[in-house]
């Protein structure tokens, strides 16, 4: 079993559509939990942390559910530039500070 | 502005030959990674370091070395003995357990 799975996708949507992706994680001892946007070609960036409690930043909602082992990303109203490849990442103690990526889930958002 | 550099964007090896990768860091951070990426695949864990003068492997340390002399650099030497070099490759930083990286643009390495 992979460390970290996401669902490849892509996912096609038209703007203003609500859109969600979900993500597991293998080990139990997982402390930190991100999300990561990273376009075509790109370095990865920093999108937003998810905490125990879910927490939101303008459109986007993230969602952690440590006793299944499941992390979300919503997205609602979704814009042209929302177009990209979403990572959902951990991080293990067992790994140093190392952050576990999952191979991202790719979006499209159309006109 | 602080930020984390990676030299040169692309880069183009013969084969056999060694090629060193440049990370650099103005952001203060302790800790410094590096990550490879293949298409349509996710990022794998080289080598990283938490401070200066000490270093992991990753996952998929093998064909490759690095250094942590100072605290701003992590340079990466991709060796002959890795026999599929070819693939994008991402430093990043961190200044802590439980943040996030800082990720510098990448170095596009390919074998000729």
């Known amino acids: 079993r992979k460390e970290v799975e996401q669902d490849p996708g892509p996912f096609n949507v038209p703007e203003g559509a609500t859109v969600a992706f979900n993500c597991t994680y293998s080990n139990s001892a997982s402390q930190s939990f991100f999300w990561y946007r990273q376009d075509c070609r790109k370095e990865p960036k920093l999108l937003m942390s998810v905490y125990s409690s879910g927490n939101e930043d303008g459109r986007f909602t993230a969602q952690l559910n440590r006793a299944s082992q499941y992390i979300s990303l919503l997205i609602r109203d979704s814009k042209l530039s929302d177009s990209a490849t979403y990572l959902c990442?951990?991080?293990?103690?067992?790994?140093?500070?190392?952050?576990?990526f999952g191979k991202g889930t790719t979006l499209s958002v159309s006109s | 502005d602080g930020g984390i550099t990676q030299s040169p964007k692309y880069l183009f090896r013969k084969e056999g030959q060694n090629v060193t990768l440049s990370c650099e860091q103005n952001l203060n951070h302790d800790a410094m990674y590096w990550y490879r990426q293949d298409p349509g695949q996710g990022l794998r864990l080289i080598y990283y370091?938490?401070?200066?003068?000490?270093?992991q492997k990753g996952d998929i340390a093998e064909g490759y070395s690095v250094s942590r002399e100072k605290k701003e650099s992590f340079p990466l030497t991709v060796t002959s003995a890795q026999k599929n070099p070819t693939a994008f490759y991402l430093c990043?930083?961190?200044?802590?357990?439980?943040?996030?990286?800082?990720f510098g643009s990448g170095t596009r390495l390919t074998v000729v």
């Open positions: 990442v951990v991080r293990s103690d067992q790994a140093g500070t190392a952050l576990i």
């Open positions: 370091s938490q401070i200066v003068n000490d270093f």
């Open positions: 990043a930083s961190s200044p802590d357990r439980g943040f996030g990286y800082t």
